[in-house]
């Protein structure tokens, strides 16, 4: 089984940056990958990102394109999404996902919310112009 919990969210204003982190514990992910969505009042729940996480291959939506960036560090069992020129649009609560052992995770099924087996609970972030 694996665990999964989200940090890093806050309250900051249009333009600045904040950086979530996800900290996995349980199991290592293997031939899988995670993911990071989003859900803003009113709105369905989104894909924002994923990554491989054997190859490190990394896929975005494209709103967040060339302003988020999704890393791991396979050491410490973390998953990190960097936020840069954060705007209004991007407040929602994130929340961070695994899909363990998948032997196909690739743009397609990163960005399928059915692929994901563990779920955080969820890091609010809200921006304010």
């Known amino acids: 089984q694996v665990q999964l919990v989200e940090s890093g969210g806050g309250l900051v204003q249009a333009g600045d940056s904040l950086r979530l982190s996800c900290v996995v514990s349980?199991?290592?992910?293997?031939?899988?990958?995670m993911g990071w969505f989003r859900q803003a009042p009113g709105k369905e729940r989104e894909f924002v990102s994923a990554i491989n996480w054997s190859r490190g291959s990394t896929y975005y939506a494209d709103s967040v394109k060339g302003r988020f960036t999704i890393s791991r560090d396979n050491a410490k069992n973390t998953m990190y999404l960097q936020m840069n020129s954060l705007k209004p649009d991007d407040t929602a609560v994130y929340y961070c996902a695994a899909d363990e052992n998948s032997f196909t995770f690739n743009s397609g099924r990163g960005a399928l919310q059915s692929a994901y087996e563990y779920w955080g609970q969820g890091t609010q972030v809200t921006v304010s112009s």
């Open positions: 349980g199991r290592s992910l293997g031939t899988g990958g």
